[in-house]
Every structure is written in C-alpha cells, then in structure tokens.
C-alpha cells in the first residue's frame, strides 16, 4: 500500500510504525540521543549520590540518596520537569515528525536537517505548548472538581446503605448476602469511574493534542483550532492507536528494567544501561503522532499532501 494513499486504519498504522521505527533506527536513535539524552543525564545526576551508590553490581541495595531525596525530587518535579516540557519536548517531538514527512515525500533523511527543522519555528512552538499546558490545567482542574464530587455521593450513598443494613440488622434480617452484592457493585461503579476519568482525559489529549504539526508546518499561528477540527470523530482510532503503543512500550521497558535489575542490581552502571535501552523504544511512541496527522490530513480534509506541504518548503 502506498503510504497515506488512502486513509489508514488502526493496524495500518501501528504497521507503519514499526516499519518506520525498523527502516530508519538509526537516524531515529540518533535524534534521541541527542535530545531526550540531556535531560536523562542531568536526572541521574541530581538523583544519584555517587559516594554511596555502586558503579558496578555489588551487594548494595542503595540507590537513592536519604536526606535529600523529596528535595531533589522536587527540583525536578517543579523546575526541571516544567522547564523540560515548555523549552524541549516541542523539538523532541518535531523531530520524529519531520522524519516521517521525509518519509511520505520519499526524501532522504539527513540527521542535520532534521536537528535544523526541528527548532523552527521555535517560539511559536513554545507559545502553543504553553496554551496548550493552560487550557489542560483548567480541564483537569474542572475533572478533579467532578471527581470529587461523583467521590463524595459514593461516600455518602455508601454511609446510607451501611446504617440501612445495621437498622436490617437490628431487626434480625440476615442483611449480608445484600451487603456483598451492593459491595460489589460499588467496587464495579468505582472502577468505571477510574476509566472514564482516563478516557475523558484522554479525549481532550488527543483533541488538542494535534496543536503542534500545523504551527511547524506554518499552515497555523495557533493550532489548537485546527487540532479540534483534525480529530473530529477519529478518537477512538487514535486512542486504540496509542493504547496499544502503550502497552508494547510498557511491556518492553518493564522487561529491560527487570533484566537490568537481576543482573546489575541497584548499580549506577544497571541504571544507566536500562536507561538508554529505555531511550530505544521512545521513538516508537513518537513516530504514531506524525503517521496519525498526515493520515487525518487525508481523512478530513482530502488535500493532497505533497500540495499541503508546499507552505512549509518556502519558509
């Protein structure tokens, strides 16, 4: 098939992904490296107190530092994470996106250019991701307003029913079997509301989410509009695109992360080494979005894509 021929569904894309991933690794390895590597680097540093964590496998379990752990982990979790996430993550997920428009243009991909076009046009980028960071706060916000609430009607329903069933009780009505039942079905309702907390999250994830293509290509100054309008009535493709991402992603690290911990225990040098196997598998978490926004380019708007893409080449 060739590629965004036609639009794709939920396996095709997953496959492109993978031949993607398995045809350009290196390159892809490379992009990696160098942007997402910093930010590991400067994490294992600031997490790690060297004077008592082994370099090599030795029989210390000690990995974190006592007195200083919730303080570093606050440094990164409050200043280094944020600032991660606003000035970096829009290049770190530029530059896949970049390969993969090299790869429907049929063009060769050159690590310099790629590096090159993955900070222009910087400052735009930057301004989306930080409307984009506000208008998910004041969702979650909102979420978490309704979530309490939908808590608190399940404790006070279950409070009710509690003193119902001792009032039962009381009379020498055997209330237990009744007990069991509504218990299970608290527990039933209490999962549902885990997942359709998640799945709502998720909506406006990917709904919004698609902001940052339309700004790099210079089709848009602000591209959460044109991000709602992309994703009409595909969230459950792409969200089943990224949930199997997902959970590949998650088994293949909890595997590195447990080979390295049985043959390197709690050592500086298991730790590093799971974590750069780990940086291997980012790029198949990234390639899906750049695949899913040329492909609901196709869907949705029917453009030819090579036409669509000629803004962007002048600039």
Same mark, same amino acid.
């Given at each position: 098939m060739q590629l965004f021929s036609k639009p794709m569904g939920v396996g095709e894309i997953l496959d492109q992904s993978f031949q993607i991933y398995r045809k350009h690794f290196k390159v892809l390895m490379l992009l990696v490296l160098i942007l997402f590597g910093p930010f590991y680097f400067l994490q294992h540093l600031l997490l790690f107190n060297l004077s008592v964590v082994?370099?090599?496998? &030795?029989?210390?379990?000690?990995?974190?530092?006592?007195?200083?752990?919730?303080?570093?982990?606050?440094?990164?979790?409050?200043?280094l994470l944020p600032v991660y996430l606003l000035?970096?993550?829009?290049?770190?997920?530029a530059a896949p996106l970049h390969v993969v428009h090299a790869v429907v243009e049929k063009r060769p991909i050159q690590l310099k250019e790629i590096l090159k076009k993955s900070f222009s046009p910087y400052w735009?980028?930057?301004?989306n991701t930080f409307l984009f960071g506000l208008v998910i706060m004041a969702i979650q916000f909102g979420m978490t307003l309704l979530t309490m609430l939908v808590v608190f009607v399940f404790m006070f329903l279950g409070v009710s029913l509690?003193?119902?069933?001792?009032?039962?009780?009381?009379?020498g009505f055997d209330s237990h079997g009744l007990g069991m039942i509504f218990t299970v079905i608290f527990i039933g309702l209490y999962y549902l509301l885990v997942f359709s907390v998640y799945v709502l999250y998720s909506f406006f994830m990917i709904r919004f989410g698609y902001f940052l293509p339309p700004v790099i290509f210079g &089709? &848009?100054?602000?591209?959460?509009?044109?991000?709602?309008?992309?994703? &009409?009535?595909?969230?459950?493709?792409?969200?089943?695109?990224?949930?199997?991402?997902?959970l590949?992603?998650?088994?293949?690290?909890?595997?590195?992360?447990?080979?390295?911990?049985?043959?390197?225990?709690?050592?500086l040098l298991g730790q590093l080494i799971a974590t750069l196997l780990t940086m291997f598998v980012l790029p198949l978490a990234l390639i899906p979005y750049g695949l899913i926004y040329f492909d609901l380019r196709v869907r949705n708007e029917g453009v030819d894509l090579e036409r669509a893409m000629m803004t962007y080449e002048r600039n």
């Open positions: 082994p370099i090599f496998n &030795e029989d210390v379990v000690y990995t974190w530092m006592d007195d200083d752990i919730f303080f570093i982990g606050f440094i990164i979790l409050m200043l000035a970096w993550l829009p290049v770190t997920i735009k980028m930057v301004g509690g003193a119902g069933f001792y009032d039962l009780d009381m009379i &089709e &848009e100054r602000i591209g959460l509009g044109r991000s709602w309008r992309l994703t &009409e009535g595909s969230f459950w493709r792409i969200f089943a695109v990224y949930l199997v991402i997902a590949v992603c998650s088994v293949i690290i909890l595997g590195i992360y447990g080979v390295a911990l049985l043959l390197f225990q709690a050592s």
